[in-house]
């Protein structure tokens, strides 16, 4: 079994910075992606941002590629989603998800762990 914490969420204001983080725990070698992902209100979950644990390769959805950032620190098992330039349309509740089968994956079934989420709020 595998554990996901997200924290870091919070309100900033249009174009400012946040970062995100997710703690993962569990067997070792029980994941080998973890990706970001969102929802906002009224819409499905849009995947984000996916980055692989053995090689760091990383992979960004368009809308936010060059403003944001993936990045893990395999020695404390934490994945991070640095956000710049935020807008508010970023608005939404972000979770992180971890994958037990080799490949960056865009979509939320091919996931197979999830964390609770945490909210991100960008005000104009």
């Known amino acids: 079994q595998v554990q996901l914490v997200e924290s870091g969420g919070g309100l900033v204001q249009a174009g400012g910075s946040l970062r995100v983080s997710c703690a993962v725990s569990?067997?070792?070698?029980?994941?080998?992606?973890v990706g970001w992902f969102r929802q906002a209100p009224g819409k499905e979950r849009e995947f984000v941002a996916g980055?692989?644990?053995?090689?760091?390769?990383?992979y960004y959805a368009d809308s936010v590629k060059g403003r944001f950032t993936i990045s893990r620190d395999n020695a404390k098992n934490t994945v991070y989603l640095q956000m710049n330039s935020l807008k508010p349309e970023d608005t939404a509740v972000y979770y992180c998800?971890?994958?037990?089968?080799?490949?960056?994956?865009?979509?939320?079934?091919?996931?197979?762990?999830w964390g609770q989420g945490t909210q991100v709020t960008v005000s104009s």
């Open positions: 569990g067997r070792t070698f029980s994941w080998n992606v």
């Open positions: 980055i692989s644990w053995s090689g760091g390769m990383t």
């Open positions: 998800a971890a994958r037990r089968v080799l490949g960056i994956a865009t979509g939320e079934y091919e996931y197979d762990y």
